[in-house]
């Protein structure tokens, strides 16, 4: 464990890390049993601005220049870096984030395929030639459309996946030949200053990449203000990201937002992929991932069955200390989230609905619930749980499940299950969704695969594919031929 004592961080810029003992700290803490994990030291004002300055120093002087191949070379040896740190890196992920270690693994594996995707992606940044001549007077010449670079990225990222929500950003936005602002989310930032010192080790310049310690305000703000930073691109809650968007000067912004998303169980699904496939997705993570299972429709006819199946398998899970092998599911995050989350439960409960399996709380650790009999006027159902909590509501016919699933402001992915292909490919077309799962629940994803929100859920794709569309643009040039 010594790679973990007295973790201190603070804002990384060049280089070189801004702390002098003479700014305001905060503690990391571990959710599952408030040990302190380690502490960062909060940025200025100033150190924000220097970080763009870098950054901006860093696009024009550094990697705007650099050809794909080195590109993509520092993207490859990080993702063997990462690949054998990933014991280490996993008990990390546990301390800082109350992440199983098991959950913590597969975070890592799924970073090492991020990075190398990145690495592919930036040798595939491919432009084309444009048909000049289909306009009048446009015979005899020619034009291009390059794929370059937007220049400065600044990167925001939330707690709950600390390692591939950054790479998922920071990835595509150096495979593409930007410069980086990253700002970690504050409860989980020492995870990326591992992959900061990877990134470093592998060869990137010290110019690149520029890590802000610290609260999202008054970061945010300066960052969203600054007309120097091209693009941004956050990963969090629907408010900060909405507000961001308001408040971006010039940049262009993506935002991976959250959502409560819809699952649907028709009556000829096969019933045992399906509960397997849903209780994973409700409760991976503490029920602490965007696409979590949160609203599960199933057809009348087998409804009771799905809710005796899934309160079972529920109950099997062993909740308790991320660190210990047997664990399923971990703490969330904090005190106040785990009591809002059980606020809620009780809530729906003294409104009417009933407690099949869960409910209780100790500490940060939510026994993983199932709720039956909630309706769409509950939180529970209408509002982002974010916690380990699933509802049960039965369905009659597949219009009503579609309009129960499609009545949310949320729309990021969806689950339906059933053995009809036909009826599979009407719901998904039907369903107001970013994306759609048959016979899978909406917690899955690859990360290849373009991925993000239509209503509340956001704007843009991430995936490393449309994530790099989203980090370059259209240069073009034409030459008139003589
Ligand atoms: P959050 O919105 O509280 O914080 C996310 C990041 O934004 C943190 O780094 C935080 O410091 C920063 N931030 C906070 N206020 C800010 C401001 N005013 N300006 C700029 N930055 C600010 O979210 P969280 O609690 O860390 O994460 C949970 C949320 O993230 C959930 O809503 C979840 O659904 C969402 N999420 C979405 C996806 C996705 O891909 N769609 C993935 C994971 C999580």
Redesign the pocket.
């Known amino acids: 464990m010594s790679r973990f004592d007295a973790l201190h961080y603070g804002s990384i810029i060049d280089g070189t890390m801004r702390d002098k003992g003479d700014r305001p700290r905060l503690e990391v803490v571990n959710p599952y049993d408030g040990s302190a994990v380690g502490s960062i030291a909060i940025a200025t004002d100033e150190d924000v601005r220097d970080a763009i300055t870098a950054a901006e120093r860093g696009f024009y002087g550094t990697m705007r220049r650099m050809p794909a191949h080195r590109r993509a070379d520092i993207l490859y040896r990080t993702a063997e870096l990462l690949a054998a740190d990933a014991d280490d890196l996993a008990k990390l992920l546990a301390l800082e984030a109350g992440k199983p270690l098991r959950e913590g693994r597969a975070e890592i594996a799924r970073g090492v395929q991020v990075l190398k995707f990145a690495a592919e992606g930036a040798k595939q940044l491919y432009g084309e030639l444009i048909p000049m001549d289909s306009a009048l007077g446009g015979e005899r010449q020619l034009g291009m459309a390059q794929r370059v670079p937007i220049g400065v990225v600044a990167a ?6 600390p390692l591939n ?1 950054v790479l998922h950003k920071v990835a595509p936005a150096l495979a593409a030949g930007n410069a980086v602002v990253l ?5 989980t930032p020492l995870t990326a200053v591992w992959l900061y010192r990877l990134l470093a080790q592998a060869g990137l310049p010290s110019d690149a990449l520029h890590v802000l310690m610290g ?3 008054p ?3 300066i ?2 203000a600054d007309p120097r930073i091209g693009k941004i691109t ?8 909405w ?2 968007k308001e408040k971006a000067r010039r940049a262009n912004v993506t935002l ?4 409560n998303a819809p699952n649907l169980v028709f009556a000829d699904a096969d019933l045992d992929a399906a509960v397997a496939s849903l209780t994973r997705g409700a409760f991976a993570n503490a029920g ?3 696409v979590s299972v949160q609203r599960v429709y199933v057809q009348e006819p087998v409804y009771e069955e799905v809710a005796r199946r899934m309160s079972e398998a529920a109950s099997r899970l062993v909740a308790g200390d991320p660190l210990d092998p047997a664990t399923d599911v971990g703490p969330m995050i904090t005190h106040a989230a785990a009591k809002r989350a059980e606020d809620w439960v009780r809530d729906a409960v003294a409104q009417g609905a009933r407690l099949l399996t869960g409910g209780t709380r100790c500490g940060t650790l939510l026994a993983p619930t199932v709720i039956a009999g909630a309706d769409s006027r509950m939180k529970v159902v209408c509002a ?1 749980a ?1 916690a380990p909590f699933v509802c049960l509501i039965p369905f009659a016919t597949e219009e009503e499940a579609i309009a129960s699933a499609n009545d949310s402001p949320y729309g ?1 992915q969806a689950g339906v299950f059933t053995r009809d292909l036909n009826r599979a490919l009407r719901v998904a077309e039907a369903l107001e969704t970013g994306g759609v799962w048959i016979n899978e629940a909406s917690l899955l994803r690859y990360d290849h695969m373009p ?3 239509v209503k509340l ?2 704007t843009g794709k ?1 995936g490393v594919k449309y994530a790099l569309e989203e980090m370059t643009t259209r240069k073009f040039i034409g030459i008139k031929l003589q």
């Open positions: 925001i990222t939330p707690f709950n996946f929500l700002k970690p989310a504050e409860k609260p999202g305000e970061i945010g703000n960052l969203c956050f990963t969090g809650s629907a408010a900060v990201g507000g961001i991976e937002l959250g959502s602490q991932t965007c982002e974010f990021l991925y993000g929100g859920s956001g991430e």
